[in-house]
Structures are given as C-alpha cells and as structure tokens.
C-alpha cells in the first residue's frame, strides 16, 4: 500500500486549515466555502478509506510506517481497524454539518472591532478543521506516543473554539457570558491537561518498562503487542495496572465519566451548539476509542483488575448523568448532562467484556454522534432565535415553527433511543451484552432508558408545547441552510435504526480481536450452560 | 640521589629537573579558537569604544558582535566537523579546558543565543526617539545617577550605551569556557569572567533605572555570595585532592591514584570532599537557580533591562548546567550515591516551588522568572539521571529552552506603554485582540513553555523525563507532571488574558520592531516548532555530544 489514504485524510483539514486562516480579512465569505468544501473532501477520503477496509482481511489496514523521532523509538505509524474506521467516519461526517451549522457564529460585530487585521471567522472554521485533522489522526495513530502528541494537542484549538466563541446573546450581558464562557474553557483545558500530563507519566513508564526489557524503547502497538505474545515483554502486575491507571485517567477525562465528568456541561453549555456538537460527538470519542485501543491491548490483566471499579463508575454516570438532566433549566446543559448518561453506556459497553457490548459500544460511539449532533444543532438554531438558553423562556414552539420542533423531537427520540432509530440498537446491544455478564449491573443500567424518556419528553413538552408565549410569537421556522443541516442527519439515524449491517459488519471483527486480546470470551447463554 | 634536600614538596618539587629547563606550557590555539576569537572580538570592542567617534559606534559595534560571534561559530561547527566533539575529544590547554562533546555543543548553543540577543541588544526602534536620535533599552549613560542633571545632559545629547556589546561578548567568552572548564580553578575564573558584565549589564536599564540598579546590587551580592560559596568548596576539595583538575580529583575519588604526600595530613579526608563538593555544587546550583538558591532569580529578572533578562535567562542557564553535568559526571560520579539523593530533594523542591509561586504573580518578567526555576527543576530530573541519555537530553532541553525564552523576553519587550514596557499583566488584557500575530507568537512561547506537544517545550520534557524514568527516578517523573499541570495553568491564564479579555481602553501598544528583534522572534518560533516537530536531528547531535572526556 503505497498510496498514503491516512495521512491524507488527517493531512487534508491541516491544510485546509491554514489556508482558511489565511484568507484575508475582508473575504470571510470565501473562508466559510473553503472550510466547507476541504471538509466535504476529507469525507470523501474517509467514505475511500471505509469503502476499502477489508473487514476480513488484517487487523490493521491501510497502515503506513515511516521512522519519526527514533531516538525515543517514535515512529510514525498509521493504521485502522474496523473500529477506527467507523469513528473516522463518523467525524468526517460531522464536520461539514458543524460548519454549516455554525455559518454566521463567528461574523465579527462591526462595531467592536478594534483592528481591521481581526478575522475571528477565518480563525473559527480554521480550528474546526485543524480539531478534525488532529481527531483523525488520533483515530489511526498505531504509535503510542504519535496518539499521545495530538490527543494532547487538540486541547488548544479546542480550547480556543470554546473560549474565544459564544452564543450572540446572553441572559447574564455580555461581561458576564465573556467571564462564564473563559471559566469554561479553562475548566475544559485544566481537567483534560491534568489527564493528559498524569498520561505523560504512564507513557514514559511504558517507554522505561519497553526499553528496559526489549533493549530499545518503542511505542508501536504493534511491536508490543507481538513482544507480549513471543514472551519478551513481561510487565510485573504493579507496573501494568500503574500504567493502566495513568492511560485510564486520561481517557475518564476526556470521555467522560464520573466523578470527572464536570467540565463537560460547562463546556458545553459556553460554547456554540456547533462546538458543543464538536465537543461531545466528536472529540470525546476519542477517549472511549482509546479506552478499547490503547487500555485493553496494551495492559488486558490490568483492565481486568479494574473492571468492577469501571462498571460502578459507568453505572453512576449513567444514573447520575440522567437525574442531573432531568433537573436542568439550560437546554444544553441538559444536552450535556444527558452526553454524560450515555458515556456511561458506551463504557459500560466496553468494560462488559463482551462482543455485544464492545460492538454495541462501538455504534454507540457513532450513533450517539449523530444523534446528538441532531439535537443540538436544531437546539442552537432555537437559542440563535430566542437569544435565551432557559427551557422556561420557550413554550408553545410548534404551533409557530413546526419543523424546528419536529426535528426537535425526532433528534430527542433518538437520544432516548427509540426503537426504529439508530441509538436504540447500539442501546440495546450494550444492555444484553452486560446482561450476559453482569445481570444486575444490566438491571441498574436500564434505569438510564428510563430517565431519558423523561427528560427528553419533559424538555419537548415545556419548550414546544402549550400556549405560544409571548417571546416566541412570530419565531421563524427552519431556513434551508438549517433544514440541510439537520435533514441528513435525521434521514441517517433512521437508515442505521432500520439497517445497520453495514456499520456492524465492520465493527465486529475488530471487536473480537480486541477481545480475545484480553483473552475473553463470551459467556454462554445460560440455558446452554445448564445442559 | 639528589643534594638538595626539599623543604616542602608542595613549593619544590625535583629540584634537578627544575633547573634543567622550563617546559613551555602547551597551548592548542586552534582548538580554543571559539573563546580567543570571541575574547578577541570584545578587547577590539573596548578598543573601537576608546577610538571611534560616537556617531559610529552603533553600527561598528553590533557589526563586529556579529561577525565575531558568527566566525567563533563556525570554529565550533569545525571543531565539531573535525572529530573533537566525538573521537578526538581530549582536555587542551594544559588540563584547563576541556574540548569534547558536551563543551562543543554548549558553546555552539550559547554562541547561537548570544548571536539572538545581539540582536535584541541592538533594538533602536522600540523606545520613543530622545531628541532626534534613536535610542535602545540601555542607560544613556551608565555613569549618570538616576534622575540627576548630568542624566538629563546625557539623554539630551542622545547618547547610547554602546559598551554594551563587549560586555556582553565577555560574559559570552566566560560562558564559553564555564561549561568547558576542566579544573576548578579555571571554573571559578570563567564564572567571573561571565558574571562580572552580567552584573554590569543589568544595572543599565534606560527606563526605571532605580529598579534596574537594585536588581544589579541583589545579584551582585547573591552572586559574590554564591562565588565565595564556591571558592571555599574549591579549597576544600584541594585540600581532599591535592589538585584541582577535575581528572585528579576523579582519580582521587575513585582510588587509582596516589596521594600527595605533602598532604598526608588532610588528604583522602571524606568529610573534606563531601563539604567542598557540596559547596562547589551550591555555588553552580545558584548560577542554575535551582531551589533554594534561587531568591535573585525574580527581583534580577524584573529589574534587569529586557535584553539583557532574555539573554541571561537562556545562555546562563546553558553554561551552568553544562558546568554541572560535568562536575557531577566527570569528577563526582563515584559519589553519586551522596550527591543523588541531595540532587533529589533539589530537583522536587524547584519543580514545585517554582511552578505554585508563578501562579501568584502579576507581573510577567517575574512570572517567567518562576517559571524558568520550575525549568531548572526540570533539567535537574534529567542531570540526576546519571546515564549518557541524561546527558543528552539535558543537552537537548537546554538547546530547545533557549530560544523559547529568548523569544518569550523578546516579546515582552514589545509590549509598550507610556512608561516603558507593560510589563503588569492585567495590561496584557485583550492583547490578542489589538495585535494577534503578537499576541499567537507569545502563546506559542507559553505553550513551548508548558509542554505541550508538537513544541519544542514537549521534546525537551520527554527527553529529561523519559531518561530519568530509565534512571531509576519514576517518582521525580510523577512530581514533574504535576508541577507541569500547576505550571500549566498560569501559562493558560496568561493565553486567556490575552485573548478572552476586553482590550483596555487605555492598553498599551505592540511597538513595531526593526528586523533584528523581528529576526530574534522569528528565530525563536522557528526552533521551537522545529525542535518539536522533527527534534529528531538534533537529538542525534546531542546524542554523538553527550561523553565527557576525562
């Protein structure tokens, strides 16, 4: 394979995002376009790489190899497996709707600028490229130490999306959403920093225990994977789950889960609903991906160790996640509360240690991306309306802008997972893929259906139905920019509800390897065992 | 069997030789041609002082800073190119200084960093023109006490401090030699020899002049201190040795050689080598400004002018770490099971310190004060590594912090108000928003600084730790990362001023350089975004660097 599909289609935002900061001050139109069509590009190079991903073919494919910083045995090394690939395109697909969502989020005011040089739209869809280019590579990265670089790295650009851009209006003034909007960003960047250097200090652990057993460090997943195989590689059971920990932490940060999951509704409620969906639906799968690349092979008896501790922390986030939503005034906060409910799913998915769960947790992982995507998109489109994100300043919604609240409630259907629509699926995986192992565990995670219904129906019911306030008389509906944003979106999660083969058959051998990497299997139905 | 009987083996020794012949010392020009040239350029700089008419002084000397400093450069590249660096590596000048890897390197790096700051010295365009003539951030004249009439005379009459620049290339020739330095005496002088201008330097600030000179007193002292502090060490590990060669007293330590005789009384005495060495170590971990010798580094760093903080912090910084490493490595490495756990408590106690006292400054000339001791600290990890990865990757922090500092202080002069520099960092409030390329440039520092990956900052700090980790010093690691997230956050909050925050109406103005502090920035960018993105060739250079000869 000569043809270098996966650096190119990291590659590609990276460029594109320079050349969008780049453009000059006065043609922020052209930024706009340019950031549009380089992202519909690398959708093309993602639908590429999916289309050609053997499932039954190796493990890792597509790979690319070069020597990077050999000094530290850092090298450059790309490749996908099924789960990859799922998530990449899963992020080039978001992207283009997070741009066209975001269209007018970052037009600078005329009247507050202070310098003509000051091209906070060419920087806005700049960053959202250059976070998509970083999450791409995150996602093919087979190199320990090349994941690390941009996992970490992506925090800047991220940083500055939720710092530097908020929503037009605000209840508080505008000092105050300024103050609120940098409390955020920096919350965000400290937690996710914080993971990120105690990861820095499992990293070098891993290099200290690679060096001293093989002779010479390396990060290659897959050097390690087959120097534990052969016999060479022997980590003592402390230094494994110590190690374990410090990727695990880093990972719990970013994905979240609890107890540190509370920069999440900060972040999610300062930053733009496109953002907000890069946020949650984009970034933070990173840290569930990692959880099944990096935390299962590379440490499989640590992660067996922790599991009980995982699965109560999940079982928290789910039930916690969920109350915590149905308490919310803030629309995206709610959004964010209920993100946080279905992280605890996904990892539930991951940490059952089944091939229903992991696979489960995979479409998770995309389902949820696009479901929340729809959500939130069609959320911001009503605060851009009403400049307020209070559920008590609405009511009354569908009677004057009927399709804004339809999507509405099909986006909150699917977060409640519906059956018929894509969420429900990956849901319900999870749940028998728990069930098989840990009945009670499964028990206690279906209350989280539960709340979600309440939540999303309750927030539909104060803010589209009923008497038609005051604020909200005469609320355009759904422009065609918006309408071909969320249409997609929707016809997606309806397609994967009803026939999700095509994502499942690429996920599941992926899933089995990682599986028997940490030399599980699936317990046998228990009428079978009884025989 | 001789007549003459000899009072004291330590005046006299064989008598007959003596009055054989006079052994002429050996001096390999060619190979210390990085020092003569660069102690040559700063005498014929007194000189152009003495005899030049003023109008052109200015440009005589920065161009013979230059040009000196490029042609010592290139002496250390042929050195290097030549072998001395890897193969011929041995001690020249009679056992004085060593030429061998770590020196080249070193010197090649302070030599880069000096070339920089030349730059930043030269700066004419930042402060607003006295009276018609350009002036730069140097005291009209260094003789005029503040405030006074002769001062008022002097700036009318538009003087410039241009000896600035052969003070400046005799700290350079000190440092030059401070990291090279094989015995202890040749230390001591080139640490004079280095610090005496620096002492100088700091005292010429053209604004807050005052300050400037409080903050030359406080190092001047500290320092004196901290060189009395050596001085005595230095005595000590004689009286332990009965030499000062750094070779001598390794053989010493380690047994394979035979005492003086003459010093039977004191020599091989323990508690003589384990003072002096600790003393000496002091005197260096006081230049490093390293925990708890580290009290002048905020007030010199405040006071000093801008220039000369930027140079100071990166090129002092390289010198005497080089000086440390060798000390340790090279004459103390039978000790090490003393000096390490010390090494230890150092290390932790300047990570943390400098990393939770920075978060409460105000001021960002003491903000990265601070921050440059939590970088010591850092450095320290890897030098208590005591392996050759140690030693390149100290090598290799030491080369990447440099410019980012350099570049950091070279912003910060740039930031201008009425009075002078803004240096309060509420004024930096909504920087971003009135200059941006500042503004990016500075945050790209910051994030060097912190450690974030695909900077300079990133290479550096895996370099130190990882070498530490295979050290056997995990738990240094794990404090490291820690202090590096407390280190985190007020790099952060500086990038959230910058950007997050309503511009001042009465803010200070970005002054738009001339091309020599642009280039000084530019250069520091460069290496830094270099050195993180594919470090890979110069961690080989520091690599083939990292053996000391003995």
């Known amino acids: 394979m000569s043809f270098p599909l996966l650096t190119l289609t990291a590659g590609l935002p990276a460029l594109g995002a320079i050349a969008t900061a780049a453009v000059p001050a006065a043609r922020r139109g052209a930024a706009k376009w340019l950031a549009l069509?380089?992202?519909?590009?690398?959708?093309?190079?993602?639908?590429?790489?999916?289309?050609?991903?053997?499932?039954?073919?190796?493990?890792?494919?597509?790979?690319?190899?070069?020597?990077?910083?050999?000094?530290?045995?850092?090298?450059?090394?790309?490749?996908?497996?099924?789960?990859?690939?799922?998530?990449?395109?899963?992020?080039?697909?978001?992207?283009?709707?997070?741009?066209?969502?975001?269209?007018?989020?970052?037009?600078?005011?005329?009247?507050?600028?202070?310098?003509?040089?000051?091209?906070?739209?060419?920087?806005?869809?700049?960053?959202?490229?250059?976070?998509?280019?970083?999450?791409?590579?995150?996602?093919?990265?087979t190199d320990v130490f090349l994941f690390y670089i941009f996992f970490e790295a992506m925090l800047i650009p991220m940083y500055f999306l939720i710092g530097g851009f908020g929503d037009r209006a605000h209840e508080h003034g505008e000092e105050e959403a300024a103050r609120q909007r940098s409390y955020a960003a920096v919350k965000f960047l400290l937690y996710n920093l914080a993971g990120g250097l105690i990861m820095l200090a499992a990293v070098i652990g891993l290099y200290a225990v690679t060096a001293d057993q093989l002779g010479q460090g390396t990060f290659s997943l897959q050097e390690i994977l087959q120097a534990r195989a052969a016999g060479e590689l022997d980590m003592s059971t402390t230094a494994e789950r110590a190690l374990f920990l410090g990727f695990f932490f880093a990972f719990a940060v970013k994905a979240p889960l609890f107890p540190l999951h509370t920069w999440l509704p900060n972040a999610m409620g300062e930053a733009t609903a496109p953002v907000a969906v890069l946020i949650t639906a984009v970034v933070d799968k990173v840290g569930t991906f990692a959880m099944l690349r990096f935390c299962l092979q590379l440490f499989p008896e640590a992660s067996k160790w922790a599991t009980p501790a995982i699965l109560v922390l999940a079982l928290i986030s789910i039930v916690y996640g969920a109350l915590l939503a149905v308490g919310q005034r803030d629309i995206k906060r709610l959004i964010a509360y209920a993100s946080i409910s279905h992280f605890g799913f996904i990892i539930?998915?991951?940490?059952?240690?089944?091939?229903?769960?992991?696979?489960?947790?995979?479409?998770?992982?995309?389902?949820?991306?696009?479901?929340?995507?729809?959500?939130?998109?069609?959320?911001?489109?009503?605060?851009?309306?009403?400049?307020?994100?209070?559920?008590?300043?609405?009511?009354?919604?569908?009677?004057?802008?009927?399709?804004?609240?339809?999507?509405?409630?099909?986006?909150?259907?699917?977060?409640?997972?519906?059956?018929?629509?894509?969420?429900?699926?990956?849901?319900?995986?999870?749940l028998v893929g728990t069930f098989s192992r840990y009945p009670a565990v499964g028990i206690i995670a279906t209350t989280g259906i539960v709340l979600a219904a309440l939540y999303v129906l309750v927030l539909y019911q104060r803010t589209m139905t009923g008497p038609v306030k005051a604020e909200v008389q005469g609320m355009p509906d759904l422009k065609v920019r918006e309408l071909a944003v969320v249409a997609p979106l929707i016809a997606l999660l309806i397609v994967l509800g009803v026939y999700p083969k095509p994502l499942t058959d690429v996920v599941n051998p992926a899933v089995q390897q990682t599986l028997s990497d940490v030399h599980k299997t699936d317990p046998k139905p228990a009428l079978e065992a009884s025989k | 069997m001789s007549s003459t009987v000899a009072v004291h083996s330590l005046w006299t020794t064989a008598?007959?030789?003596?009055?054989?012949?006079?052994?002429?010392?050996?001096?390999?020009?060619?190979?210390?041609?990085?020092?003569?040239?660069?102690?040559?350029?700063?005498?014929?700089?007194?000189?152009?002082?003495?005899?030049?008419?003023?109008?052109?002084?200015?440009t005589g000397q920065v161009g013979l800073a230059v040009v000196g400093m490029a042609a010592a450069f290139a002496a250390v590249v042929a050195l290097a190119a030549g072998g001395y660096a890897t193969t011929k590596a041995h001690i020249a000048a009679m056992g004085a200084v060593a030429v061998d890897g770590p020196a080249l390197f070193l010197q090649g790096t302070i030599l880069l960093v000096g070339m920089v700051g030349v730059f930043t010295f030269a700066e004419r365009r930042l402060d607003p023109k006295a009276h018609g003539r350009h002036v730069d951030?140097?005291?009209?004249?260094?003789?005029?006490?503040?405030?006074?009439?002769?001062?008022?005379?002097?700036?009318?009459?538009?003087?410039?401090?241009?000896?600035?620049?052969?003070?400046?290339?005799?700290?350079?020739?000190?440092?030059?030699?401070?990291?090279?330095?094989?015995?202890?005496?040749?230390?001591?002088?080139?640490?004079?020899?280095?610090?005496?201008?620096?002492?100088?330097?700091?005292?010429?600030?053209?604004?807050?002049?005052?300050?400037?000179?409080?903050?030359?007193?406080?190092?001047?002292?500290?320092?004196?201190?901290?060189?009395?502090?050596?001085?005595?060490?230095?005595?000590?590990?004689?009286?332990?040795?009965?030499?000062?060669?750094?070779?001598?007293?390794?053989?010493?330590?380690?047994?394979?050689?035979?005492?003086?005789?003459?010093?039977?009384?004191?020599?091989?005495?323990?508690?003589?080598?384990?003072?002096?060495?600790?003393?000496?170590?002091?005197?260096?971990?006081?230049?490093?400004?390293?925990?708890?010798?580290?009290?002048?580094?905020?007030?010199?760093?405040?006071?000093?002018?801008?220039?000369?903080?930027?140079?100071?912090?990166?090129?002092?910084?390289?010198?005497?770490?080089?000086?440390?490493?060798?000390?340790?490595?090279?004459?103390?490495?039978?000790?090490?099971?003393?000096?390490?756990?010390?090494?230890?408590?150092?290390?932790?106690?300047?990570?943390?310190?400098?990393?939770?006292?920075?978060?409460?400054?105000?001021?960002?000339?003491?903000?990265?004060?601070?921050?440059?001791?939590?970088?010591?600290?850092?450095?320290?990890?890897?030098?208590?590594?005591?392996?050759?990865?140690?030693?390149?990757?100290?090598?290799?922090?030491?080369?990447?912090?440099?410019?980012v500092t350099l570049g950091a202080?070279?912003?910060?002069?740039?930031?201008?108000?009425?009075?002078?520099?803004?240096?309060?960092?509420?004024?930096?409030?909504?920087l971003g928003r009135r200059s941006p390329l500042v503004a990016a440039v500075f945050a790209i520092f910051l994030l060097a600084f912190a450690g974030i990956p695909l900077t300079s900052g990133f290479a550096g700090k895996f370099a130190v730790f990882s070498a530490a980790a295979q050290g056997g010093a995990m738990p240094l690691v794990i404090v490291g990362v820690i202090s590096s997230a407390i280190a985190a956050f007020f790099y952060i909050r500086v990038i959230v001023l910058m950007f997050f925050s309503e511009p001042k109406a009465d803010g200070p103005t970005v002054a738009v350089p001339s091309p020599l502090t642009s280039t000084a920035i530019a250069v520091g960018v460069a290496v830094t975004l270099v050195l993180g993105v594919a470090p890979q060739y110069f961690l080989d250079l520091a690599n083939q660097a990292g053996v000391f000869v003995r």
């Open chain 2, 137 to 403: 951030s140097f005291a009209a004249q260094g003789s005029a006490v503040p405030g006074s009439d002769q001062e008022k005379d002097a700036v009318r009459a538009g003087f410039t401090t241009t000896e600035v620049f052969p003070l400046l290339m005799f700290a350079i020739g000190g440092m030059l030699i401070f990291p090279a330095a094989n015995d202890l005496l040749t230390l001591f002088v080139a640490l004079e020899v280095f610090s005496l201008p620096l002492y100088l330097l700091c005292a010429l600030a053209r604004r807050r002049r005052l300050m400037s000179q409080e903050a030359a007193v406080k190092y001047f002292l500290l320092g004196a201190f901290s060189s009395a502090f050596l001085l005595f060490g230095i005595a000590l590990l004689y009286g332990y040795a009965g030499t000062v060669s750094y070779s001598g007293i390794a053989s010493v330590v380690d047994g394979t050689a035979k005492l003086n005789p003459a010093l039977a009384d004191s020599a091989g005495n323990d508690a003589l080598l384990l003072i002096g060495a600790a003393l000496v170590g002091m005197g260096l971990l006081f230049k490093v400004g390293a925990v708890p010798f580290h009290m002048w580094t905020p007030d010199v760093y405040e006071g000093a002018p801008t220039p000369v903080t930027g140079f100071m912090a990166a090129a002092t910084k390289v010198a005497a770490f080089g000086a440390l490493l060798r000390l340790l490595y090279v004459v103390l490495p039978e000790l090490r099971w003393d000096w390490r756990p010390v090494l230890w408590g150092v290390a932790i106690l300047t990570m943390l310190v400098g990393a939770i006292v920075a978060v409460t400054q105000t001021d960002v000339k003491r903000l990265l004060a601070y921050s440059s001791i939590a970088h010591a600290g850092f450095i320290l990890a890897g030098v208590i590594a005591t392996t050759p990865e140690g030693v390149s990757s100290v090598l290799f922090y030491l080369a990447a912090y440099s410019f």
């Open chain 1, 37 to 141: 069509v380089v992202s519909l590009a690398t959708l093309v190079l993602a639908a590429i790489a999916f289309v050609r991903f053997d499932p039954g073919g190796a493990r890792y494919q597509l790979t690319e190899s070069h020597a990077w910083i050999a000094d530290f045995g850092v090298r450059y090394e790309l490749g996908v497996d099924g789960i990859a690939v799922a998530l990449i395109g899963l992020t080039a697909l978001l992207v283009p709707f997070v741009i066209a969502a975001g269209w007018h989020d970052a037009d600078p005011l005329e009247e507050k600028n202070p310098n003509r040089r000051w091209r906070p739209t060419q920087g806005f869809f700049a960053l959202i490229l250059l976070v998509e280019a970083m999450v791409i590579i995150s996602f093919e990265a």
């Open chain 2, 15 to 58: 008598a007959p030789l003596a009055a054989d012949k006079i052994n002429a010392p050996k001096i390999e020009y060619a190979q210390l041609a990085p020092v003569l040239i660069v102690f040559g350029v700063a005498i014929l700089g007194i000189l152009l002082e003495a005899f030049l008419p003023r109008r052109f002084r200015y």
């Open chain 1, 348 to 430: 539930l998915g991951i940490f059952a240690m089944t091939s229903q769960g992991q696979g489960g947790a995979t479409l998770y992982m995309v389902n949820h991306g696009i479901s929340t995507a729809a959500l939130m998109l069609v959320a911001g489109f009503l605060i851009s309306r009403r400049g307020s994100r209070l559920i008590a300043s609405y009511g009354g919604v569908q009677k004057v802008a009927p399709v804004l609240a339809g999507t509405f409630l099909i986006g909150g259907l699917a977060t409640l997972s519906l059956p018929g629509l894509a969420p429900f699926v990956s849901e319900f995986l999870v």
């Open chain 2, 409 to 430: 202080f070279a912003v910060v002069t740039l930031v201008r108000d009425a009075g002078g520099e803004a240096t309060h960092l509420s004024r930096w409030a909504g």
